[in-house]
């Protein structure tokens, strides 16, 4: 709006589970700090684009309105991994999610999934024209998922409602895929404090930023956009090749060394990332196991940018937690991970980095208890695993877990003694500083 002075768009801002945010923003009008922190930071500004915030939790008729509204062109999503309620091994929506059954039933919907047919599903009959669908998540060809699940829950409406609803779909509604690419911590008291100083204004929902910002959008929209590249987002035909970047080896570094931090008592990535033996098993993994099996976008140069995510990561002015970033594993580790396991595996090599930070996620599982693992698979991840636990016991246990490793992947007999062998350095008996000292020879000595 800022760049092209046209005002006619405006976010309604929809929480899911928590209605932390909608609660934050609604006395301040909407209105929010964006402060970056870091070298190159700019000053802090008030964004003035969010017009309605609705608890989606309370409120589920209003946003299926809301959605079902001619004067609504745009949904975005940024729900992360787990809220698509899609099972990551066939990547079809979860019919037998207790939520998504409710809300395929009738009731007031309560997933995202659930909201967004029901507002299609008025639309279709009020006659309000074509919309677009829009996932901003870390997954990949989300645009495509995202176009799956949605008809997965219409195809399994009555028939009466089913047919119609899918033949409008098709005719009225696109999927782009996305890649967005900033690190957005939760903010600290001590951020809101210092905003509070910067502004001399209290604002309860401000948000704080590292300097880079990537935004890079698939052009399909059904129903028009907001001029966005003026903004500096990148508009491509080759959406897949940026989401594989960012996925292999930004997001997969980013676990990586949360669930290494975890193992080693380090509360911040930038912690994480400040270990010797940490920093080189990331870069080494990016450079010899994620790039190789990877096609990279034309205006990438990829060295340069495994660079760049070490050096973010470093930043301390974000004070990412290990265990934010650790959270649902479940979730993101066949994704961020996995894929260059099997990548390296299908070109004769070793995924032996890739396996490390695999290795470190189990340690993760198997060390923290079901009360305290923040995980949507918590309660099955830890029925999987025995009593006992060494890396004779979890291994098996959970490259057995189908939730997340497939058959083939868990059968092959190099990948299991890698986890074998990183998970019994991980999982030393001495303390951290030995530990930290049994990973940092094998991974000085390659």
Known sequence: ???????????????????????????QDGLFTVAERGEGAAPARVVASIVETISGRDNPEL???????????????????????FDP??????????????????????????????????????GAGAITVLSCDNLPANGELTSTLVRDFAGALPAGEREDLLAWIDSNATFPSTMVDRMVPAPTEGDLTAVEHEL???????????????????DDFAAGRPRWEDADALFSTDVAAWESAKLRLLNASH?????????AGKATISDAVGVEAFRTACRRMMLEEALPSITLPAELDGHQYCEEVLRRFANPALGHTTAKVGSDGSQKVGLRLLTTVRGTLDAGREPKWAALAVAAWMH????????????????????????TRTAETVVPGLLGFRAVVDPHLAGDEGFRNLLLRWYRIIDNNGTIDNRLTGLGNEVNHG
């Open 63 to 85: 946003v299926v309105e809301r959605i079902g509204a001619a004067a609504t062109k745009i949904i975005t999503l940024t729900i992360t991994e787990k809220g698509y309620r």
């Open 89 to 126: 091994q066939t990547r079809t929506l979860d019919l037998a999610d207790p939520e998504i059954q409710a809300d395929v039933a009738g009731g007031a919907p309560r997933t995202a999934v659930g909201q967004i047919v029901r507002g299609l599903q008025q639309r279709a009959r009020t």
């Open 255 to 263: 676990s990586m060394l949360a669930y290494l931090g975890l193992a």
């Open 200 to 218: 001399g204004l209290r604002d309860e929902a401000a948000v704080v930023a590292e300097p880079f910002k990537q935004w890079v959008i698939e």
């Open 364 to 387: 993760h599982v198997a060390t923290t208890p079901e009360t305290g693992l923040s995980d949507p698979l918590a309660k099955e991840l830890q029925a999987a695993l025995p009593g």
């Open 1 to 27: 709006m800022l760049a092209t002075g046209d005002q006619q768009w405006g976010i309604v801002g929809v929480t899911q589970r928590s209605d932390t945010v909608a609660r934050q923003l609604a006395p």
